[in-house]
C-alpha cells in the first residue's frame, strides 16, 4: 500500500511563507494526482491546489497568486509553496494522493495525516 508523510506545517505571522512536504512511500506502481486539501474549524475540508502527472495544476481561488504546488516524480513527493500567508489559510493541510500500488488495480485515493498551519494576524 502507500504510505504519506507530511512535514512543514507551523505558526507563521501573516504575510509570511511556508513550504509544506508530502512524500509517499511503500509499494508504488504509479501515481496520477498529489494533491493538498485543507480543514478549518468549523468548516468543510476544501481542496487548495493539486498537479497531475503531465505538471498540470489546478488551484482554489482563495490562493491563486500566492500558493504554488510541485511534484518530484523521482521522489514521489509534492510540495506546497505558500506565500503571502494570510489568518483565512489557518487549518490542517492534508496530502492527497491518487495512485495505484498494482498494475491489475484500479488508483486508490490516500491521505497523509495533516499538518497543522496556522498564520496569526
Known amino acids: 500500500q502507500v504510505r504519506l508523510v507530511e512535514s512543514g506545517g507551523g505558526l507563521v505571522q501573516a504575510g509570511g511563507s511556508l513550504r509544506l512536504s508530502c512524500a509517499a512511500s511503500g509499494s508504488i506502481f504509479s501515481i496520477n494526482t498529489m494533491g493538498w486539501y485543507r480543514q478549518a474549524p468549523g468548516k468543510q475540508r476544501e481542496l487548495v491546489a493539486i498537479i497531475n502527472s503531465g505538471g498540470s495544476t489546478n488551484f482554489a481561488d482563495s490562493v491563486k497568486g500566492r500558493f504554488t504546488i510541485s511534484r518530484d516524480n523521482a521522489e514521489n513527493t509534492v510540495y506546497l509553496q505558500m506565500n503571502s500567508l494570510q489568518p483565512e489559510d489557518t487549518g490542517v493541510y492534508y496530502c492527497?494522493?491518487?495512485?495505484?500500488?498494482?498494475?491489475?488495480?484500479?488508483?486508490?485515493?490516500?491521505w497523509g495525516q495533516g499538518t497543522q498551519v496556522t498564520v496569526s494576524s
Open positions: 492527497n494522493v491518487n495512485a495505484k500500488y498494482n498494475p491489475f488495480i484500479g488508483p486508490r485515493e490516500y
